[in-house]
């Protein structure tokens, strides 16, 4: 499969040789989506700025992104295959690669069954075309149960929550930060991450923006992070609490008689008996625990409650902790008792351009948890997934497991794509130990690094300035309906093959197929998508010819022909010349700058799938759950508890080895209040021994009163420290790996999320 570069846009009048080059592609680097303006020197990025004619990010870029070249060209990214010779990892071709991979998976499925092979899928699977495209071929050609996605340890509660409230896993609410006038930010730091589960470029223009209007911006935050510095009221609330703090609030919501439903109330059910289910967790009842007061609760209540308009939005601290789920759907919830939820300046449901056509409004299939359970723990099921934090134990615990539970025996065989968890998910150290017992491990990644050291093949996707683009994740969470797409900017370098390519070989050795043209693998795709679609009655193409349809796409190579046909039949699609002037691939193309699809617009009740078809706003699994968030008012946690922290120069575990990413004030230091530090005799700059119940790890001091007393914090993702890796800058400053500490066991029950923050740990000077 190929894929042309985008034509030059505008050659440099500076370069008579013609050679230097602009072209347009959107960063991968975050949620934000920026679009980039890459100065092209022959075949290398020498420059990377904001494209100020994107129709979304109008020119904004931030210090990553201005990275972009380096990320790209890193000379310690993998250019060709590895295949494990005994017990080495050496370069060898495409064909000896997918050969091994044949003959590694095939003989464990046929001998194990397909549940013995485990698929794990991490974050920057999303900010590619080929990351969300093959993959869900890949599980279900395998048939295999064992899959394992960063979800579980990152927004998973979301989904549950949505689930549950609207039947409909990725029906996820985004605030509308551009009009709100009062946005409640719970467990987010936006001004370094720029922003997740609400793709907005330049976030922080828009946070003073939203203050230049007018509007109030509160933080909830045990860390005084720099968006709280912008913020008109910040909340130092207790590490793992929110869902009580929002509990409360939601209380005063009922208990002043401050509910108002508004547009939503035919849409609405169980309203009431809400109400009753919140009765006991009034203000002072969890005032202790949050060690928030209660009047600044009811203050936090009534300030939603009479707002214009508002947005609450809560993200990694209130998400990957104890009550991770329950504090999700209390998020929606506040939205939904002050009737915010589906209107503008509240929080309103993207409608993206490869979204499936809309559904008939009325009852739907509802959602389900737990329609399997994992072998060894038996977790339930969420979303087709198994908890990230069970992936160490599925390895290494032999046996059937528990009654109930998939059964079989451990697994076997791993196939991963673009994740590290040796640093990225709990219990990084018998993980580690894990891989390395496997029978056989391929993993699509372009680096060496703490996990993949362990493949046996490593099957190296080409760098981002050769590969196409298009966020058919991030367009479903992004505050404005727009559409981009862009081709390679630069050609695949010889010897390369396109990450799409390399996946869709990687389905067909897996499935038997070996050897079969990758091409057949997007053709079996859009076939069975066009039969569907012909036989729906409401469709835009119902009763045509799928193949005559099948011609009509447009693209070069399958991947490109899929997303031709997604956008046809979207929402805004041409539906094959149902709706002239609709979108297409090609209208994208003639589009560099994107294709702007307007502001939010309320949608209810189209998007609830839920089976009454009506919002459910007291679920009975979230129900049961209240109990034990019942008892959390009780705790009053002695000792410290660790959170995470992201600085703005770094992207989860694998942007360290890029000069410039790291370093100074974005180092892998522990920040311990001043108070603690005093009573616990650490010096700024010394070091301090953090154990917790996986491990133990040796960190260098940074005192700050940016932290509350009794909360310190670590940023996650470092720990280059091992053996066996190609990472020559990030080994030089490794840091410490924050995942070590924890033992894999505190999850979030209903949506088996990993508990990464609110963490338990002990802390002792080390004298030098
Ligand atoms: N303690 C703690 N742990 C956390 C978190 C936390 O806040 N605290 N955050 C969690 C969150 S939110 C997330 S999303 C996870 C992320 O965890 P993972 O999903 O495992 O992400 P990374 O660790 O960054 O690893 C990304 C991998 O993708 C590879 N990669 C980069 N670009 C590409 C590409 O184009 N194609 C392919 N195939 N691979 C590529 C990189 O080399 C790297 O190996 O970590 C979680 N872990
Ligand atoms: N620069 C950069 N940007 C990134 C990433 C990156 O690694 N670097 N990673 C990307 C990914 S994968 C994701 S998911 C997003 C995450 O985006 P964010 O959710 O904005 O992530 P963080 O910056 O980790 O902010 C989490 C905040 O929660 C706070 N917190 C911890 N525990 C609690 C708690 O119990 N309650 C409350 N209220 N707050 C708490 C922490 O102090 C921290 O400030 O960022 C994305 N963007
Ligand atoms: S904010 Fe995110 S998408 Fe935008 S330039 Fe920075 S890293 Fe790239
Ligand atoms: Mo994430």
């Known amino acids: ?195 997740s589960l609400c793709t907005a470029p330049d976030f922080p223009g828009r946070l003073a923006a939203l203050r230049a209007r007018g509007g109030t911006l509160t933080v909830i935050d045990p860390r005084r992070t720099s968006t709280a ?17 929002l509990a409360a609030m939601a209380n005063v919501l009922f208990a002043e008689d401050r509910v108002r439903l508004r547009h939503l109330a035919p849409h609405v059910l169980q309203v009431p008996e809400l109400g009753s289910a919140l009765v006991e967790f009034t203000p002072e009842a969890v005032s202790e625990a949050c060690d928030v007061a209660a009047g600044t609760i009811r203050d936090l209540a009534r300030e939603l409650a009479g707002a214009p308009t508002a947005a609450v939005y809560g993200r990694i601290g209130s998400s990957t902790v104890l009550f991770g789920t329950l504090a999700s759907w209390l998020v929606d919830v506040l939205n939904i008792l002050t009737g ?91 993980l580690d130990r894990a891989l390395a017992g496997l029978d056989f491990m391929v993993s699509v990644d372009p680096y060496l690094n703490e996990t993949t050291r362990h ?28 559409a981009r797409y862009s081709r390679p900017a630069v050609p695949l370098d010889a010897g390369a093959m396109a990450e799409t390519e390399i996946h869709a070989r990687l389905v067909l050795a897996a499935t038997g197929l070996h050897g079969a043209d990758p091409a057949d693998v997007d053709a079996c795709v859009v076939d069975s998508a066009l039969v569907q679609a012909v036989a729906d009655p409401l469709g835009p193409v119902h009763g045509r010819d799928p193949h005559a349809l099948a011609a009509e796409l447009d693209g070069e190579g399958g991947a490109e022909r899929r997303l031709d046909l997604m956008l046809r039949l979207g929402p805004y699609g041409d539906g094959f010349g149902a709706r002239p002037g609709g979108l297409t ?43 034990r968030l019942a008892l959390a008012r009780h705790d009053r946690p002695g000792g410290y508890v660790l959170v995470g922290r992201r600085h703005l120069r770094s992207g989860n575990s694998w942007l360290h080895n890029v000069p410039g990413f790291g370093g100074g004030s974005q180092s892998c230091t522990l920040h311990v209040h001043p108070e603690d530090a005093r009573r616990l005799g650490l010096a700024d700059g010394g070091r301090v021994r953090v154990s917790g119940s996986g491990g133990e790890v040796a960190a260098q001091v940074e005192i700050t009163d940016s932290v509350r007393p009794g909360v310190v914090s670590l940023p996650r993702g470092w720990g280059h420290d091992r053996p066996g890796t190609r990472l020559r800058v990030a080994a030089a400053l490794p840091g410490v790996n924050v995942n070590r500490l924890l033992d894999g066991s505190l999850l979030d029950p209903l949506s088996g999320t990993a508990v990464l923050n609110a963490v338990p740990v002990r802390l002792t000077a080390i004298c030098t």
């Open 1 to 195: 499969m190929s894929s042309a570069p985008s034509a030059p846009l505008t050659p440099s009048a500076s370069s008579p040789s013609g050679t230097t080059r602009t072209a347009l592609r959107v960063c991968p680097l975050c949620e934000a989506t920026c679009g980039l303006a890459l100065t092209i020197e022959g075949t290398a990025v020498t420059r990377a700025c904001g494209d100020r004619d994107d129709v979304f990010s109008h020119g904004f870029i931030c210090p990553k992104g201005a990275l972009f070249g380096s990320v790209d060209g890193d000379p310690d990214r993998l250019t060709r295959p590895l295949l494990r010779r005994r017990g080495r990892l050496t370069e060898t071709g495409w064909d000896e690669a997918f050969d091994a991979v044949a003959a590694g998976l095939r003989p464990v499925i046929e001998t194990y069954g397909p549940n013995a092979v485990g698929v794990v899928l991490g974050n920057p699977n999303v900010h590619t075309v080929a990351g969300v495209l093959y993959p869900p071929l890949l599980v279900n050609g395998i048939g295999t149960r064992s899959l394992f996605t960063a979800t579980t340890l990152d927004q998973m509660p979301k989904h549950v929550s949505s689930g549950l409230l609207y039947g409909d896993a990725h029906a996820i609410p985004v605030p509308d930060l551009d009009r709100t006038d009062h946005l409640l930010l719970l467990g987010a730091n936006p001004v370094e991450s720029n922003g």
């Open 455 to 482: 493949a046996h093949v490593v099957l190296p996707p080409p760098r981002p300035s050769r590969t196409p683009h298009y966020d058919f994740a991030f367009n479903m969470l992004a505050v404005r309906n727009q």
């Open 340 to 430: 915010n939820l589906d209107r503008p300046g509240g929080v309103l449901f993207p409608q993206s351009a490869t979204d499936r056509p809309p559904r008939p409004v009325g009852p739907g299939s509802g959602f389900t948890l737990g329609r399997w359970r994992s072998r060894v723990s038996g977790h339930p099921e969420v979303k087709g997934e198994l908890p990230f934090a069970a992936l160490s134990e599925e390895i290494d615990t032999p046996g059937a497991g528990v009654p109930g539970g998939l059964g079989g025996g451990p697994l076997r065989a791993l196939v991963t794509s673009a994740t590290n968890p040796v640093l990225s998910a709990p219990d990084g150290d018998r």
């Open 229 to 245: 510095r912008l913020a008109d009221r910040h909340v130092a609330i207790r590490p793992g609490t929110d869902a009580l703090l």
């Open 585 to 627: 691939l090609r209208r994208l193309l003639d589009a560099p700058h994107g294709v702007d699809l307007g502001p939010l617009r309320p949608r209810l009740p189209q998007p609830l799938a839920t089976r009454s078809g009506r919002v459910e706003l007291l679920p009975p699994p979230i129900a049961a759950d209240l109990t």
